[in-house]
């Protein structure tokens, strides 16, 4: 799979394989993203690594938005929740200067999207989730002060195959009559500019 293909293919998936998804396969993800770029190379991001069955409900809880929708709205059945997450956050002192949190928030956009491609080559679907309740995210693992809950990437093997379409006009995703999920994605010609606007 090549970088382009892996970038157009994949979708955001909230329906999951009942199958546990080893830590290897998400520690080669964490790898990708340890390398990611950030500004001035502060490297600001920890990644906390979730797959222990006793562990995923407590992140379960404080997640939101789509992923927590009833399946006929696009949701996860009970048996679909995410079998694994990865939680990228913030090192407060190494990322020192709290006036930096703006960049950090880039940073931490790009590290998502090396562990969201990563897992796609091997397999894995991924939701990025920002609606999160960071104090029961903190409760949960044990996350110490000194730290901020940046995003959450819900994981697992794949239980639905999102598919795209033009938007036309509205980027709503919908769900038909066959639970498939319908993701609107703006045509090219309407969000390029070439040489100038
Ligand atoms: C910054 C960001 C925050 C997101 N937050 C959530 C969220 O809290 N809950 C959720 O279910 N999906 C969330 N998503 C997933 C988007 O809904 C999804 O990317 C969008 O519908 C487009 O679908 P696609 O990823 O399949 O292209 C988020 C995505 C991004 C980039």
């Not at 340890?34 to 979730?50: K, L, T, Y």
């Not at 940046?150 to 509205?170: K, L, Q």
């Amino acid at each position: 799979m090549d970088v382009y293909q892996a970038a157009t293919k994949r979708r955001s998936i909230r329906r999951f394989k009942d199958k546990a998804v080893p830590i290897a396969a998400l520690e080669r993800c964490i790898d990708a993203a340890r390398v990611a770029p950030s500004g001035r190379n502060v490297q600001a991001c920890e990644f906390i690594v979730v797959n222990d069955a006793r562990v995923l409900p407590g992140v379960f809880e404080n997640i939101g938005g789509s992923v927590k929708l009833p399946f006929e709205k696009g949701g996860p059945g009970p048996d679909q929740h995410p079998r694994a997450y990865t939680v990228i956050v913030i090192n407060r002192s190494w990322e020192g200067d709290p006036d930096r949190r703006r960049v950090t928030h880039y940073d931490i956009g790009i590290a998502a999207q090396s562990i969201i491609l990563t897992a796609f080559e091997q397999g894995i679907g991924t939701c990025p989730i920002l609606m999160i309740n960071e104090d029961g995210l903190k409760k949960a693992l044990k996350i110490p002060d000194g730290y901020d809950a940046g995003m959450v990437i819900a994981m697992g093997y794949p239980d639905e195959s999102p598919v795209t379409e033009v938007a036309d006009p509205s980027p709503d995703y919908w769900i038909d009559d066959k639970a498939v999920r319908h993701v609107p994605k703006r045509k090219l010609e309407d969000v390029i500019h070439r040489n100038g606007f």
